[in-house]
């Protein structure tokens, strides 16, 4: 192409842009942030800061919630671990690649010293596996209508992404990334909650059913993700060096008021995110020549917002 043919063809993308984006916007439906922005105040709830754990790494905070009506057991369990600091000094022993962090007692790992495993205190030892538990009225149900390999329905449920056989009549969480879970041996009631993961990568949905799922992170995931990986068997580390200290977990409702997290959630029974899912789901925006038209049930983050700076 000659000098002269390359400025023309400069000087036509330049009057063609303003068309380009006047046309996208046309087509284009509002933004997510847009959306949430005119979301009405009663279409996001506050969590019980009884229900949040926060976690304070070297790099900063992690803020989690549980939810005691999938698994009850274990979430008392781990609100007794917390309020005894049974995971201060503690370390994240595992950091696998698109898989999970962990974090437990590196004494109670293989190779660790079993005389210097640090006691539970008045936590439980055994509890029995808590990886379904059965459908009830008093569960809210977000049916999310496009279909799943791993089971009959999924949804929202209390605004935890979850799944459901109405056949059996069973109800769990589900694995998406940022879900929170007790890490267990073989038996499956070897669990207690001493030992926890995060899922920092793609949504292992094959672990449904097979762990507890006892909540999920709701701020400072990128502190969990960004972790060097382990190069040990299965993401271990294979140095207590490399480890990543735990300086403290709290229970939310056992810090003064003004150092608890000051978060909000969206409803997921709300009209606000209804109408984000049919953004995420059909793409109205100009830059998709195919939008998918269906979404999966990880594929939907339910948006949390800070109140303001704390």
Known sequence: MSKTGKILAILAMCVCAPALAAAAR??????????????PRSQWR???????????????????????????LHVANIRTLVREHYFDGLAIVRVQDNFVAQWDDP?????????????????????????????????????LPDGDVYA?????????????????????????????AVARDDAPDSGNGSALYVVIGQAPRWLDRNLTVVGRVIEGMPRLSS?????????????????????????????PPSQRPKVQILRTRSRTFQQLLDAKRNRHDAFFVTPPGKIDVCGMSVPVRKLFKD
């Open 26 to 39: 046309s087509k284009g439906t509002p933004s997510a942030a847009q959306i949430l922005a005119h979301a």
């Open 46 to 72: 506050t969590p019980n800061p009884d229900d949040l754990l926060v976690m304070q790494l070297p790099s900063g905070r992690v803020v989690m919630e549980l939810d005691p009506a999938y698994a009850p």
């Open 107 to 143: 004494e109670g790992d293989d190779g660790g010293d079993p005389r210097k495993i640090r006691s539970l205190g008045r936590a439980r030892q055994t509890l029995p596996p808590e990886f379904t538990r059965t459908i009830s009225p008093a569960l809210p149900w977000v049916r």
């Open 152 to 180: 009959p329905e999924v949804g929202f449920s209390r605004d935890f992404p979850a799944a459901r056989d109405p056949a059996t009549h069973q109800t769990w969480l589900v694995h998406c990334y940022g879900t929170l």
């Open 227 to 255: 972790l060097p990986r382990g190069h040990g068997p299965l993401g271990f580390y294979a140095h207590p060096a490399h480890r990543v200290p735990i300086l403290s977990i709290r229970v939310a409702a056992d810090l």
